[in-house]
């Protein structure tokens, strides 16, 4: 007996490893399989659809579409794209898979969006009288169809996306990044802007901004792009600017440096080419978490800088002067938007003092009317109160720790990307406090892929520590 423990497991082990070493190639195999399946190689619908989901909100100006269709909800070109989405996630084959993973998802960052989506109906529903009263419920309706769309599309895109597929839909993003960047430097330069003079005409039920290619109260051309704010265009370029320079920190080849070099550049001139202060905020704030994550590789590209200034000034000329001109303490009160935001301060405290904890009701809060606040934070204190701003920031939080985890796991293949991930997700923290954020629907739908990205990312490491 004794002889016959003994020996046992002994002999069990060669066939054990015997067994591990038939079954390794069945498992490369599958692997080799699925990478060759990956995003764009690959005839999956969803990530294809999600691509092209992407694609509008870069290359369309949807926002200024809108369609025949009546309701008290306004239906811009988003909501049927994301509609289709959603049924190609449903009906598909992988969707049955989807459908299962979105099911037993217990990540913080989903936590967050359904919290604070969660927060902004409620708010809505203890308010719905004094909103059916004053006229504002359709308001708030409309503002949290909105919300749920944003919720939707992080849920599917987080999904949808591989691991292995991050790489190459960031670089897909860079490239449609670029276009836009390139067609602001050309309305800026030419004084013809191809979304809303080509693009958009094509769609029915399309709106051509009213005062496109007008000046604004200090002599600034307004420089739209495709969307209906210039501060709007200039955070989306700004969203994007972190991962053209984190793709720039990996590459190991020359040609590939000076590649992403050029788009960073562009993407840089892009954004000057706005004139507005938010164009260099947003880039600065990317760089100085680049910087706090790379010190010594963002060091390796100082003379980069001098480069930029150069080929931004050449790409839009004045643009850089006039946007360092606003930052001047003489001229910074001289902007109608500066000053209006100052006075807004004192102005809310009587609305947030009226419904501190739950706020008035989501969205239910019309700027147009009262006052223009420029401001996320202000807007949100106003419409779900400070839970609701908690709740706001909470999903900044988690999506900005889980990138946070990828980059200090040092994965060479994943860090990167988390790395744009978390300067992106910091800038779009820093700029909700100058623009309304959740106005402009291009700037949360590009958060939310960031904030997928974020997710997918570490994803593997959530699902360790959870089991």
Same mark, same amino acid.
């Given at each position: %007996?004794?002889?016959?423990?003994?020996?046992?497991?002994? &002999?069990?082990?060669?066939?054990?490893?015997?067994?591990?070493?038939?079954?390794?190639?069945?498992?490369?195999?599958?692997?080799?399989?699925?990478?060759?399946?990956?995003?764009?190689?690959?005839?999956?619908?969803?990530?294809?659809?999600? @691509?092209? @989901?992407?694609?509008?909100?870069?290359?369309?100006? @949807?926002?200024?579409?809108?369609?025949? !269709?009546?309701?008290?909800?306004?239906?811009?070109?988003?909501?049927?794209?994301?509609?289709?989405?959603?049924?190609?996630?449903?009906?598909?084959?992988?969707?049955?898979?989807?459908?299962?993973?979105?099911?037993?998802?217990?990540?913080?960052?989903?936590?967050?969006?359904?919290?604070?989506?969660?927060?902004?109906?409620?708010?809505?529903?203890?308010?719905?009288?004094?909103?059916?009263?004053?006229?504002?419920?359709?308001?708030? #309706?409309?503002?949290?169809?909105?919300?749920?769309?944003?919720? #939707?599309?992080?849920?599917?895109?987080?999904?949808?996306?591989?691991?292995?597929?991050?790489?190459?839909? #960031?670089?897909?993003?860079?490239? %449609?990044?670029?276009?836009?960047?390139?067609?602001?430097?050309?309305?800026?330069?030419?004084?013809?802007?191809?979304?809303?003079?080509?693009?958009?005409?094509?769609?029915?039920?399309?709106?051509?901004?009213?005062? /496109?290619?007008?000046?604004?109260?200090?002599? *600034?051309?307004?420089?739209?792009?495709?969307?209906?704010?210039?501060?709007?265009?200039?955070? %989306?370029?700004?969203?994007?600017?972190?991962? =053209?320079?984190?793709?720039?920190?990996?590459?190991?080849?020359?040609?590939? +440096?000076?590649?992403?070099?050029? %788009?960073?550049?562009?993407?840089?001139?892009?954004?000057? =080419?706005?004139?507005?202060?938010?164009?260099? &905020?947003?880039?600065?704030?990317?760089?100085? #978490? /680049?910087?706090?994550?790379?010190?010594?590789?963002?060091?390796?590209? =100082?003379?980069? =800088?001098?480069?930029?200034?150069? !080929?931004?000034?050449?790409?839009?000329?004045?643009?850089?002067?006039?946007?360092?001109?606003?930052?001047?303490?003489?001229?910074?009160?001289?902007?109608?938007?500066?000053?209006?935001?100052?006075?807004?301060?004192?102005?809310?405290?009587?609305?947030?003092?009226?419904?501190?904890?739950?706020?008035?009701?989501?969205?239910?809060?019309?700027?147009?009317?009262?006052?223009?606040?420029?401001?996320?934070?202000?807007?949100?204190?106003?419409?779900?109160?400070?839970?609701?701003?908690?709740?706001?920031?909470?999903?900044?939080?988690?999506?900005?720790?889980?990138?946070? +985890?990828?980059?200090?796991?040092?994965?060479?293949?994943?860090?990167?990307?988390?790395?744009?991930?978390?300067?992106?997700?910091?800038?779009?923290?820093?700029?909700?406090?100058?623009?309304?954020?959740?106005?402009?629907?291009?700037?949360?739908?590009?958060?939310?892929?960031?904030?997928?990205?974020?997710?997918?990312?570490?994803?593997?490491? /959530?699902? *360790?520590?959870?089991?």
């Amino acid at each position: %007996m004794e002889a016959t423990t003994g020996v046992g497991p002994l &002999v069990g082990r060669p066939a054990e490893r015997r067994g591990s070493s038939r079954r390794q190639p069945d498992v490369l195999a599958r692997a080799a399989a699925r990478h060759a399946a990956d995003w764009p190689r690959t005839t999956r619908l969803l990530p294809w659809a999600l @691509f092209g @989901f992407m694609a509008m909100i870069w290359l369309v100006p @949807f926002d200024s579409v809108l369609l025949p !269709v009546g309701g008290p909800i306004d239906i811009t070109l988003d909501r049927p794209a994301l509609v289709v989405l959603v049924g190609i996630w449903l009906l598909g084959a992988e969707g049955a898979g989807l459908r299962h993973k979105v099911r037993t998802i217990r990540s913080p960052i989903h936590w967050a969006f359904a919290i604070f989506i969660a927060v902004a109906i409620v708010s809505v529903l203890l308010r719905g009288e004094l909103l059916v009263r004053v006229g504002d419920l359709e308001l708030a #309706v409309r503002a949290l169809a909105l919300l749920v769309s944003y919720g #939707v599309f992080f849920a599917l895109a987080a999904a949808i996306i591989r691991p292995a597929e991050v790489p190459k839909m #960031v670089t897909a993003i860079l490239v %449609m990044a670029s276009i836009t960047a390139l067609a602001v430097v050309l309305e800026y330069r030419f004084g013809f802007n191809p979304f809303h003079d080509w693009i958009g005409p094509l769609f029915p039920g399309y709106i051509r901004p009213a005062d /496109l290619g007008a000046t604004d109260s200090i002599g *600034r051309r307004l420089m739209y792009g495709p969307t209906v704010q210039p501060l709007a265009v200039a955070v %989306m370029i700004s969203l994007a600017l972190p991962f =053209a320079v984190s793709w720039m920190l990996r590459s190991e080849e020359r040609r590939q +440096r000076w590649l992403y070099g050029a %788009m960073v550049v562009l993407l840089v001139a892009g954004a000057l =080419a706005t004139q507005k202060k938010t164009s260099m &905020v947003g880039p600065l704030v990317a760089v100085l #978490v /680049l910087i706090a994550y790379r010190p010594r590789q963002m060091l390796r590209l =100082a003379p980069l =800088a001098v480069a930029l200034i150069a !080929v931004a000034h050449f790409a839009a000329p004045g643009a850089l002067g006039s946007v360092i001109d606003q930052f001047n303490p003489g001229a910074v009160d001289q902007v109608n938007t500066t000053k209006d935001r100052v006075s807004d301060y004192e102005a809310i405290k009587p609305d947030i003092a009226a419904h501190p904890v739950f706020g008035r009701g989501y969205g239910s809060y019309e700027q147009k009317e009262h006052r223009i606040l420029d401001n996320e934070y202000l807007g949100l204190v106003i419409g779900v109160g400070l839970v609701g701003v908690l709740a706001y920031l909470a999903v900044f939080a988690t999506s900005f720790l889980s990138a946070h +985890r990828v980059i200090r796991f040092g994965d060479p293949d994943r860090a990167p990307p988390a790395l744009g991930a978390a300067a992106a997700i910091t800038v779009a923290l820093v700029t909700s406090a100058v623009l309304d954020f959740l106005s402009f629907p291009q700037l949360p739908y590009i958060f939310c892929f960031v904030a997928a990205i974020s997710y997918v990312l570490g994803r593997e490491r /959530l699902e *360790r520590e959870i089991s």
